[in-house]
Structures are given as structure tokens and as C-alpha cells.
């Protein structure tokens, strides 16, 4: 009797699991900002949470006037190509990309008092972009409608105000739709008040749902964004250069420079800011200046071109431009990125003038660099002829000097070279310096 109701609690016990487990998964994405890298970015992760948790609908809430284009079609694309239902809740405002990103969802929900459309594309100083992004954006719009659904030809007049669809949107007009419009033409299913409203309608009364948060390396990866912070990264970057060339051998700055080089790179590159050319011109522009240093010394074409990479590198990592392509980032962005670089590089030179004698006077600096002069009272020398000096002595080029060779002086034979000139086999020399491995000499 005891086994029976053992067995009977097991079972009772795993179709409770199984019940729980069969529960529907909801999981809520919300994109309240503007359309850029960082929303891009959002929703590929958030995309990649739902398949990780095996979530059966997904509810993409908006509340935008738009954004970039570029990242509005990254996150259509993936939402076509997303097999689970996506449901988007308009929760007062999905405009531009924002409708968009709407229509590329399966369901369209709006709260009272929404609106969706207005899709025309401008810059960021309000005027309307050029025909290619009109044609582009009508383009896909047509497409994502067809692809859904959706009257393809609505879906173009929120882009297109020639296009005159009688009573509904006239010509001269850019078609935008209040919720009760929307549910009339088809572009939306109901208007809702809640995510309960939402699933209910969708015939899914009892479910879990789960809101999609950034992770603590996601927050960190923003925090890396803020300007502020850029600014330091330059500043470490370059005085983490300039103090490697003034200690060689030491190391630690030259890690830092490379740490904030890492730090400052890789948040834009995920954020889909920074471009691989952008990295590779970063990269020439820091060759072209070692090559000026080590190789040619002086300030010429190469470190010219040198800090112009690295410069318009720093800057055009933190703006989403499309190559040389400006039209859809803003003055005040183009602003903040030059004042960043530009404090970064001022404060490093700061630090060089007025914290490098610090740091090379500081304890902690004294243990990681070598301190000690070898100075002559002490007994070091730099010659290597330590028994006699040959300064001054005579002999004669054993082999041509052009402007090395060998010379012999009373016998013996020495390496030897000469100021630039060449001297003939068996002139006549004159020793005049013998600091080193080998003397120096004149012609006699």
C-alpha cells in the first residue's frame, strides 16, 4: 500500500514538472530610444536570449520616432528571419524605423492614443535624405508589408507622399496611422492595454513572461561608450605611447596603452561602430609614426599621415557614419567625438610635461626601471681599448675605409671607421676617437 501511493506521489509529481515546464515563455524586449548601434545591438542579444531559453512568443514593445536606417534593417532582417512569433506592442509612438521594425513583426498591437508611419528618412538636421535612402526605404517597406501581410502600397505612403491612396493618405502627405485607422486598414490587430491583453487575444491565458535585461558585461561594454571615459582611454593610449619611448624595456605603459586601445576599440566594434577599416587605420597611422621615430627620424610625410589615421580614427570609431558618409550623424556627434579625442590628446600631453618627472622619481617607477649611472669616477668606461688610449696615433688603412674597414697601427689590425669619407687602402690615418668597439679615424 505504502508503494502504491510512493508510486502515485511520483507521478503526481512529474505531471506537475511537465505542466510546469509545457508553461508558454513570453519574453519582453523593450526599445524606447532612438534606433542606433546600442538598440541594434539590444535586439540581437535579446533575439539570442529568446533562442536560449526556448521562448515561445517574443513581445517587442515600442516607443520611437526612428533612427539610423542601417540598424533599423539589421533588426528587420532578423526579425523576418526569426521562426517564433514576434508580437509588437506599440506602446504611443513607432515612427520611421520604428514602423519599420513593426511591420517586420508577425502581430501589431497599439496602445490608445498611438500612431505608427511617418517613414520618410532625413538627416539629423530634419531635411529629407537624398532619393537613394527615399527609394531604399520605400523599397523595403513594400517588402516587409508583402512579406507580413500588409497592403505593400500603405506601407510605401509612409514614405512616399506622391502617392495617393483617396481618402486614406492623400498626395503631399506622408501616411501616418492612429490605432483605430491601423486596426481599420489591417496594419494593426487590436488596440491593447497590457501585455495581458496582448496574449489573451493571442489565445494564451496562462504563461510566463520574462523581461530581457543587458547583462553585467553588456553594462560595462556602455559604460566604455560614454565619452568621459573615451577621453581618458585616449589619453592613457598616447601618454602609455610616449612614456614606452622615453623608458624602452619597461613595458608597463606600453600594456596599458594596449589595454586602453582594447577597451577603447572593442565596446564601438560590438556596438557596430567601429568598422574593420577604421581599426586598420588606426593601426597604419600608429606604423607610419613608429617609422618616423625609429626609422627616419625628423617630422615628415610619414608622421604627418601618421597622426591624420590615428587621429581620424579615434574620431570616427565613435560615430556611426557609412564610410565618409555623414548625412544621418548629427553635428553635435561630430562635435563630441573631435572635443573627446581632442581633450584625450591634450590631457596626454599634460601628463607628459608635468607628470613624467614624477613618475620617473617615484618609488614605484625605481623598482620596475633601472636607476644606477654608470659613471666614469666609478670606473666604467665606454671604450673598449681600456690597457691604452689610441687617440692620436698613427697608422695606416689596411683595408679601403668606405667608411668602415681595418686600419693597422704598429702591427696590429683594428676595425675602424671614418666621419663619411672614404679612404684608399694604404693611406695614411689618425686615430681621433676610440670610444667603442672600433676607432675612428681621419685620413692623416
Known amino acids: 500500500m505504502r508503494k502504491l501511493f510512493t508510486l502515485g506521489a511520483i507521478l503526481i509529481t512529474g505531471l506537475l514538472f511537465a505542466q510546469e515546464r509545457e508553461k508558454p515563455l ?3 524586449l523593450k526599445i524606447s530610444d532612438v534606433i542606433d548601434p546600442r538598440t541594434n545591438r539590444y535586439s540581437e542579444l535579446g533575439l539570442e536570449k529568446a533562442e536560449e531559453l526556448n521562448a515561445d512568443y517574443i513581445i517587442l514593445e515600442l516607443d520611437t520616432y526612428g533612427g539610423a536606417l542601417n540598424d533599423a534593417d539589421d533588426i528587420r532582417t532578423r526579425i523576418l528571419n526569426y521562426e517564433k512569433p514576434i508580437f509588437a506592442y506599440i506602446n504611443k509612438d513607432a515612427a520611421s524605423a520604428g514602423a519599420l521594425i513593426s511591420i517586420a513583426c508577425d502581430s501589431i498591437y497599439m496602445a490608445k492614443g498611438s500612431s505608427i508611419g511617418a517613414a520618410t528618412v532625413v538627416t539629423q538636421d530634419g ?3 537624398p532619393d537613394k535612402y527615399q527609394s531604399y526605404m520605400r523599397s523595403i517597406m513594400r517588402s516587409t508589408a508583402e512579406a507580413k501581410g500588409r497592403n505593400p502600397r500603405m506601407a510605401e505612403a509612409m514614405v512616399d507622399e506622391d502617392i495617393d ?4 493618405a492623400t498626395e503631399g502627405k506622408i501616411l501616418t496611422l492612429s490605432t483605430s485607422e491601423a486596426i481599420k486598414y ?3 490587430e487590436a488596440e491593447v492595454n497590457s501585455i495581458d491583453d496582448i496574449m489573451n487575444r493571442a489565445g494564451v491565458e496562462d504563461y510566463d513572461i520574462q523581461e530581457f535585461q543587458l547583462g553585467a558585461t553588456e553594462k560595462i561594454i556602455s559604460l566604455f561608450l560614454n565619452p568621459f571615459v573615451s577621453g581618458i582611454l585616449i589619453l592613457i593610449i598616447i601618454g602609455g605611447i610616449y612614456f614606452e619611448l622615453q623608458t624602452p624595456g619597461v613595458g608597463f605603459p606600453i600594456l596599458a596603452s594596449l589595454i586602453a586601445v582594447i577597451l577603447y576599440f ?6 557596430g561602430l567601429a568598422e574593420n577599416w577604421e581599426i586598420i587605420m588606426f593601426v597604419v597611422g600608429i606604423l607610419l609614426i613608429a617609422l618616423e621615430v625609429f626609422v627616419i627620424p625628423g617630422f615628415g610625410l610619414p608622421g604627418i599621415l601618421g597622426l591624420i589615421c590615428t587621429i581620424g580614427a579615434l574620431v570616427l570609431v565613435m560615430l556611426n557614419n557609412d564610410v565618409f558618409d555623414f548625412s544621418f550623424v548629427g553635428g553635435d556627434q561630430i562635435f563630441i567625438s573631435v572635443i573627446t579625442v581632442i581633450a584625450g590628446m591634450l590631457g596626454a600631453i599634460v601628463v607628459m ?4 618627472a614624477r613618475l620617473l622619481n617615484s618609488n614605484v617607477f625605481k623598482r620596475i626601471a633601472l636607476q ?3 659613471d666614469t669616477e666609478q670606473g666604467f668606461t665606454s671604450t673598449f681599448y681600456k690597457e691604452k688610449s689610441l687617440i692620436g696615433k698613427k697608422g695606416k688603412a689596411y683595408t679601403r675605409l668606405r667608411p668602415s674597414g681595418r686600419i693597422e697601427i704598429d702591427g696590429e689590425i683594428y676595425d675602424a671607421f671614418t666621419r663619411g669619407n672614404f679612404i684608399d687602402e694604404g693611406v695614411k690615418i689618425e686615430v681621433i676617437s676610440d670610444e667603442g668597439t672600433s676607432l675612428k679615424v681621419k685620413e692623416a
Open 127 to 129: 531635411a529629407a535624405a
Open 266 to 271: 572593442v565596446p564601438n566594434y560590438l556596438n
Open 165 to 168: 491612396l483617396d481618402s486614406i
Open 353 to 356: 610635461f608635468f607628470g613624467g
Open 186 to 188: 489591417g496594419f494593426c
Open 372 to 374: 644606477d649611472v654608470q
Open 26 to 28: 513570453v519574453l519582453h
